[in-house]
């Protein structure tokens, strides 16, 4: 009898493991993928439109017989698995909060196999001697080079035969609008892979702080929806020691780390992980909602904060130097919470993944793991000066300061050009602000 391969955050054919363990019944296999009105609700038309369009890809690579319903997993995926008779449904595991949940209901229905998962060490696996989970993410990627990860599985569509069958509840792949400039799917994810790999990777060490000169491998939005596992690039990295694949082998361990982090503490995803932050002073009323909404506009007239919030409008993307600054202005110059800014980048993110986004804010704000010190506040000057030292990253994102010269672009010296807005708030007193409200909290 047939089987079904559920896609999820694995949309690909090849290094699949749930691939492998559904041929492995002999039977042939029906391709699903389920759109989930609670997981399509937070995400924006951007990081849509790259999701539809990773589907597009993916039901080429399956000879067009990717089945797309739409509805309530727990509804949908026990109705078809009764429809065509099948006998499990294969999954690669999912560790969100919402998708456990989705699963512990769907395997009430049907046998739900889970094999494999998006993380080249699934959550749960890196523990300490006694059992218990790491808070620090030093300690954990020791242990996380030790546990080592499977080498890649070798699947490809051709692996097994695909079903095909005229479901009533099947609807068309909705279509990504001709405003989507992403090159989609998992033969994209390998040639970008392949072409970071060749030319970017020895350096990267030495220039993945560097906005302008846009030098990381951008994977993060292929990732997200498993158009390539960690493991195929982290095959490649092997025997790699020199700095730049040992630096980019500690960023994929970041994601793993934050995945077993938000695994251990689901609420963090909405809460503070560190409790002392519950009692944290933020504003509000109508001058701060004019602040918020500078903030998202990229016009708080700090430039490297207006670079990557335009950034983010207009790539569905934002440099990882820039993120921590944009959120770190957000929480600390404007004394707003983070989990508002989280939403609006899970909103525009086109990679953004609750687990990394949460706790990169809350790693920015002072209440995650691992957290920075919060009497670290980023100044956004001297952060431009330091990391886009020519200003070139800020006069690609922001037009009305194309004609300032050099790093001056990031000081304004000589005065600011008609129509670009003047420093929303003073860093230096906002700073001092900052900490005092933290004060408040150690002495509370
Ligand atoms: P590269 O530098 O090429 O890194 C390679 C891969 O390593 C990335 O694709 C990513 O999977 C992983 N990685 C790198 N840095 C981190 C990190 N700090 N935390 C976790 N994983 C990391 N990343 C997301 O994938 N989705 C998000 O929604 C997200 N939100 C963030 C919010 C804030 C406030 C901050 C500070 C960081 C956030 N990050 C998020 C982490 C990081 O900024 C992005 O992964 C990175 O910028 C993606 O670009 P890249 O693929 O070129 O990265």
């Known amino acids: 009898s047939p089987a079904i391969v559920w896609f999820r955050r694995d949309l690909r054919t090849r290094d699949l493991p749930t691939l492998t363990a559904a041929a492995a019944a002999g039977g042939a296999v029906l391709g699903l993928f389920v759109l989930d009105e609670a997981l399509l609700r937070p995400s924006g038309p951007a990081r849509r439109e790259v999701l539809y369009a990773t589907l597009a890809a ?35 595991a999912d560790f969100g909060p919402y998708g456990r949940d989705r699963d512990e209901a769907v395997a009430r229905e049907v046998d739900l196999v889970r094999t494999g998962s998006p993380y080249a060490v699934a959550p749960g696996r890196v523990t300490k001697a006694d059992g218990g989970s790491y808070r620090v993410f030093t300690p954990y990627f020791g242990r996380w080079l030790d546990h080592g990860w499977r080498v890649p599985a070798d699947t490809t569509a051709s692996t097994v035969a695909w079903l095909d069958p005229a479901l009533p509840i099947r609807v068309p792949i909705p279509r990504a609008g001709s405003t989507s400039r992403w090159e989609a799917g998992e033969r994209a994810a390998l040639a970008r892979w392949t072409e970071f790999r060749d030319n970017d990777l020895a350096h990267y060490d030495a220039t993945r702080d560097r906005p302008d000169l846009d030098a990381t491998s951008r994977m993060s939005v292929y990732l997200k929806y498993g158009c390539i596992h960690p493991r195929t690039m982290l095959a490649d990295l092997a025997g790699r020691p020199d700095a730049g694949p040992a630096a980019f ?43 918020w909404s500078a903030w998202c506009a990229g016009r708080t007239g700090y430039p490297i904060v207006d670079a990557g919030m335009r950034q983010l409008l207009a790539e569905g993307w934002m440099h990882n130097r820039v993120r921590m600054i944009v959120a770190s202005f957000l929480v600390k110059d404007l004394h707003l919470p983070w989990w508002r800014g989280a939403r609006y980048f899970m909103r525009h993110l086109i990679d953004g993944d609750l687990a990394s986004n949460q706790h990169g804010w809350q790693w920015t704000a002072g209440s995650g793991t691992d957290a920075a010190p919060y009497f670290r506040v980023f100044n956004p000057i001297s952060q431009g000066q330091k990391f886009d030292p020519d200003g070139d990253y800020v006069r690609r994102w922001v037009p009305e300061l194309r004609a300032i010269a050099g790093a001056r672009v990031h000081t304004l010296d000589d005065g600011r050009p008609l129509g670009y807005p003047d420093p929303i708030v003073d860093h230096g007193v906002e700073r001092m602000e900052a900490l005092a409200r933290y004060g408040e909290l150690k002495r509370g």
């Open 58 to 92: 993916l039901d080429e690579e399956l000879g067009g017989r990717l089945c797309v319903v739409r509805g309530d997993p727990r509804v949908v995926v026990p109705q078809v698995a009764k429809e065509i008779g099948a006998d499990a449904v294969h999954v690669s």
């Open 249 to 291: 082998r500690r960023q994929l361990a970041w994601r793993d780390f934050y995945a077993d982090v938000l695994h251990h503490r689901p609420d963090s995803a909405r809460r503070n992980y560190d409790p002392r932050f519950d009692a944290m002073r933020y504003d509000s009323g109508p001058d701060a909602e004019t602040a």
